[in-house]
T-cell receptor, first 111, second 110 residues
Framework: KQEVTQIPAALSVPEGENLVLNCSFTDSAIYNLQWFRQDPGKGLTSLLL?????REQTSGRLNASLDKSSGRSTLYIAASQPGDSATYLCAVRPIGFKTIFGAGTRLFVKA | DADVTQTPRNRITKTGKRIMLECSQT?????MYWYRQDPGLGLRLIYYSFDVKDINKGEISDGYSVSRQAQAKFSLSLESAIPNQTALYFCATSAKETQYFGPGTRLLVL
Protein backbone atom coordinates (compact mmCIF):
# COMPACT_ATOMS: atom_id res chain seq x y z
CA LYS A 1 0.00 0.00 0.00
CA GLN A 2 1.37 3.37 -1.01
CA GLU A 3 2.13 5.71 1.89
CA VAL A 4 3.23 9.34 1.62
CA THR A 5 5.16 11.06 4.40
CA GLN A 6 6.10 14.72 4.68
CA ILE A 7 8.81 16.00 6.96
CA PRO A 8 8.89 18.33 8.77
CA ALA A 9 5.28 18.72 9.86
CA ALA A 10 5.89 22.41 10.52
CA LEU A 11 8.60 24.87 9.64
CA SER A 12 9.25 28.50 10.55
CA VAL A 13 11.85 30.53 8.63
CA PRO A 14 12.80 34.20 8.33
CA GLU A 15 11.88 36.06 5.17
CA GLY A 16 14.39 35.70 2.36
CA GLU A 17 15.59 32.25 3.30
CA ASN A 18 15.75 29.43 0.77
CA LEU A 19 14.05 26.29 2.02
CA VAL A 20 13.33 22.69 1.12
CA LEU A 21 10.23 20.66 1.91
CA ASN A 22 10.48 16.90 1.77
CA CYS A 23 8.11 14.19 0.62
CA SER A 24 8.76 10.44 0.65
CA PHE A 25 6.66 7.60 -0.72
CA THR A 26 6.91 3.87 -0.23
CA ASP A 27 6.14 2.49 -3.70
CA SER A 28 8.18 3.78 -6.63
CA ALA A 29 5.58 2.64 -9.19
CA ILE A 30 3.92 6.00 -9.59
CA TYR A 31 2.26 7.78 -12.47
CA ASN A 32 2.97 11.30 -11.24
CA LEU A 33 3.60 13.43 -8.16
CA GLN A 34 1.99 16.76 -7.42
CA TRP A 35 2.66 19.55 -4.95
CA PHE A 36 -0.26 21.60 -3.64
CA ARG A 37 -0.57 24.67 -1.50
CA GLN A 38 -3.41 24.89 1.03
CA ASP A 39 -4.56 28.21 2.42
CA PRO A 40 -7.19 28.39 5.17
CA GLY A 41 -10.67 28.74 3.72
CA LYS A 42 -9.47 28.50 0.13
CA GLY A 43 -8.93 24.84 -0.58
CA LEU A 44 -5.92 23.44 -2.40
CA THR A 45 -4.06 24.98 -5.31
CA SER A 46 -1.85 22.90 -7.58
CA LEU A 47 1.72 24.23 -7.72
CA LEU A 48 3.69 21.72 -9.73
CA LEU A 49 3.07 18.32 -11.28
CA UNK A 50 5.92 15.98 -12.16
CA UNK A 51 5.28 13.05 -14.45
CA UNK A 52 7.04 9.78 -13.61
CA UNK A 53 9.39 10.23 -16.57
CA UNK A 54 10.50 13.69 -15.40
CA ARG A 55 13.13 14.66 -12.83
CA GLU A 56 11.98 18.16 -11.97
CA GLN A 57 9.60 21.00 -12.68
CA THR A 58 10.01 24.71 -12.08
CA SER A 59 7.57 27.57 -11.67
CA GLY A 60 8.89 30.94 -10.63
CA ARG A 61 10.61 30.61 -7.25
CA LEU A 62 9.48 27.00 -6.90
CA ASN A 63 11.37 23.93 -8.03
CA ALA A 64 10.18 20.39 -7.44
CA SER A 65 12.36 17.33 -7.96
CA LEU A 66 11.47 13.66 -8.20
CA ASP A 67 13.65 10.62 -7.53
CA LYS A 68 11.45 7.58 -8.01
CA SER A 69 14.15 5.05 -7.20
CA SER A 70 14.61 6.46 -3.70
CA GLY A 71 10.95 7.35 -3.25
CA ARG A 72 11.61 11.04 -2.65
CA SER A 73 10.53 14.43 -3.85
CA THR A 74 11.58 17.87 -2.69
CA LEU A 75 9.97 21.27 -3.10
CA TYR A 76 12.51 24.06 -3.12
CA ILE A 77 11.29 27.59 -2.40
CA ALA A 78 13.76 30.36 -3.17
CA ALA A 79 13.84 33.70 -1.37
CA SER A 80 10.83 32.93 0.82
CA GLN A 81 8.22 35.62 1.45
CA PRO A 82 5.51 36.01 4.12
CA GLY A 83 2.95 35.31 1.39
CA ASP A 84 4.42 31.82 1.05
CA SER A 85 3.04 30.95 4.49
CA ALA A 86 0.64 28.04 3.96
CA THR A 87 0.45 24.28 4.22
CA TYR A 88 2.18 22.41 1.41
CA LEU A 89 0.86 19.00 0.44
CA CYS A 90 2.54 16.31 -1.60
CA ALA A 91 0.31 13.90 -3.53
CA VAL A 92 1.30 10.74 -5.36
CA ARG A 93 -0.75 9.08 -8.04
CA PRO A 94 0.13 5.37 -8.16
CA ILE A 95 -0.21 3.32 -11.31
CA GLY A 96 -3.98 3.14 -11.17
CA PHE A 97 -6.07 6.06 -10.24
CA LYS A 98 -6.44 7.03 -6.60
CA THR A 99 -4.18 9.87 -5.52
CA ILE A 100 -2.52 9.48 -2.11
CA PHE A 101 -1.85 12.65 -0.12
CA GLY A 102 0.71 13.36 2.55
CA ALA A 103 -0.33 15.12 5.75
CA GLY A 104 1.46 18.31 4.70
CA THR A 105 4.11 20.69 5.97
CA ARG A 106 2.87 23.88 7.59
CA LEU A 107 5.21 26.73 6.60
CA PHE A 108 5.43 30.08 8.36
CA VAL A 109 7.65 32.78 6.88
CA LYS A 110 8.41 35.55 9.34
CA ALA A 111 8.69 39.13 8.08
CA ASP B 1 -16.54 33.47 -9.74
CA ALA B 2 -14.83 30.37 -8.36
CA ASP B 3 -14.51 27.39 -10.70
CA VAL B 4 -15.44 24.88 -7.97
CA THR B 5 -17.96 25.87 -5.33
CA GLN B 6 -19.12 24.01 -2.26
CA THR B 7 -22.18 24.59 -0.10
CA PRO B 8 -22.49 24.97 2.76
CA ARG B 9 -19.08 26.25 3.84
CA ASN B 10 -19.74 25.38 7.46
CA ARG B 11 -22.27 23.04 9.01
CA ILE B 12 -23.06 21.88 12.51
CA THR B 13 -25.35 18.90 12.84
CA LYS B 14 -26.35 16.29 15.40
CA THR B 15 -25.66 12.58 15.53
CA GLY B 16 -28.14 10.62 13.44
CA LYS B 17 -29.11 13.46 11.12
CA ARG B 18 -28.92 13.12 7.36
CA ILE B 19 -27.04 15.90 5.64
CA MET B 20 -25.97 16.72 2.11
CA LEU B 21 -22.91 18.60 0.93
CA GLU B 22 -23.07 20.02 -2.56
CA CYS B 23 -20.42 20.71 -5.15
CA SER B 24 -20.70 22.56 -8.44
CA GLN B 25 -18.07 23.25 -11.09
CA THR B 26 -17.86 25.47 -14.12
CA UNK B 27 -14.68 23.98 -15.57
CA UNK B 28 -16.49 21.49 -17.79
CA UNK B 29 -14.57 18.56 -16.32
CA UNK B 30 -15.96 15.05 -16.40
CA UNK B 31 -14.11 13.81 -13.31
CA MET B 32 -15.23 14.81 -9.83
CA TYR B 33 -14.10 13.71 -6.38
CA TRP B 34 -14.99 13.97 -2.71
CA TYR B 35 -12.24 13.94 -0.06
CA ARG B 36 -12.15 14.42 3.67
CA GLN B 37 -9.26 15.92 5.62
CA ASP B 38 -8.58 15.28 9.29
CA PRO B 39 -5.93 17.04 11.40
CA GLY B 40 -2.52 15.40 10.96
CA LEU B 41 -3.73 13.23 8.09
CA GLY B 42 -3.64 13.65 4.36
CA LEU B 43 -6.75 13.96 2.26
CA ARG B 44 -8.58 10.66 1.89
CA LEU B 45 -10.77 9.82 -1.07
CA ILE B 46 -14.43 9.08 -0.29
CA TYR B 47 -15.99 8.73 -3.77
CA TYR B 48 -15.12 9.67 -7.31
CA SER B 49 -16.98 9.89 -10.60
CA PHE B 50 -15.58 9.83 -14.13
CA ASP B 51 -18.85 10.91 -15.71
CA VAL B 52 -22.54 11.19 -14.93
CA LYS B 53 -23.12 7.43 -15.18
CA ASP B 54 -19.95 6.41 -13.35
CA ILE B 55 -19.63 6.34 -9.54
CA ASN B 56 -16.80 4.65 -7.67
CA LYS B 57 -15.97 4.11 -4.03
CA GLY B 58 -12.78 5.51 -2.60
CA GLU B 59 -10.88 4.28 0.41
CA ILE B 60 -13.35 5.47 3.07
CA SER B 61 -16.85 5.28 1.54
CA ASP B 62 -18.62 3.63 4.49
CA GLY B 63 -21.31 5.91 5.92
CA TYR B 64 -21.37 8.10 2.82
CA SER B 65 -23.25 8.13 -0.47
CA VAL B 66 -23.03 10.35 -3.54
CA SER B 67 -25.13 11.54 -6.42
CA ARG B 68 -23.90 12.89 -9.76
CA GLN B 69 -26.86 14.95 -10.86
CA ALA B 70 -25.16 16.44 -13.89
CA GLN B 71 -21.68 16.89 -15.29
CA ALA B 72 -21.33 20.00 -13.14
CA LYS B 73 -22.85 18.72 -9.89
CA PHE B 74 -21.68 16.08 -7.43
CA SER B 75 -23.29 15.77 -3.99
CA LEU B 76 -22.11 13.92 -0.91
CA SER B 77 -24.58 12.63 1.68
CA LEU B 78 -24.07 11.43 5.19
CA GLU B 79 -27.02 9.12 5.76
CA SER B 80 -26.79 9.14 9.55
CA ALA B 81 -24.06 11.46 10.76
CA ILE B 82 -21.74 10.36 13.56
CA PRO B 83 -19.14 12.39 15.49
CA ASN B 84 -16.13 10.78 13.79
CA GLN B 85 -17.37 12.23 10.50
CA THR B 86 -16.40 15.64 11.84
CA ALA B 87 -13.85 16.82 9.29
CA LEU B 88 -13.07 19.22 6.46
CA TYR B 89 -14.61 18.00 3.20
CA PHE B 90 -13.27 18.91 -0.21
CA CYS B 91 -14.72 18.51 -3.66
CA ALA B 92 -12.35 18.43 -6.63
CA THR B 93 -12.55 18.16 -10.40
CA SER B 94 -10.11 17.20 -13.11
CA ALA B 95 -9.87 16.80 -16.85
CA LYS B 96 -6.62 14.87 -16.87
CA GLU B 97 -3.84 15.07 -14.28
CA THR B 98 -4.35 18.25 -12.30
CA GLN B 99 -7.13 18.37 -9.73
CA TYR B 100 -8.90 21.64 -8.94
CA PHE B 101 -10.31 21.93 -5.45
CA GLY B 102 -13.23 23.75 -3.93
CA PRO B 103 -12.82 25.84 -0.76
CA GLY B 104 -14.02 23.05 1.53
CA THR B 105 -16.93 22.44 3.88
CA ARG B 106 -16.17 22.32 7.58
CA LEU B 107 -18.55 19.82 9.21
CA LEU B 108 -19.05 19.35 12.94
CA VAL B 109 -21.17 16.44 14.14
CA LEU B 110 -22.24 16.75 17.76
Amino acid sequence: KQEVTQIPAALSVPEGENLVLNCSFTDSAIYNLQWFRQDPGKGLTSLLLIQSSQREQTSGRLNASLDKSSGRSTLYIAASQPGDSATYLCAVRPIGFKTIFGAGTRLFVKA
Amino acid sequence: DADVTQTPRNRITKTGKRIMLECSQTKGHDRMYWYRQDPGLGLRLIYYSFDVKDINKGEISDGYSVSRQAQAKFSLSLESAIPNQTALYFCATSAKETQYFGPGTRLLVL
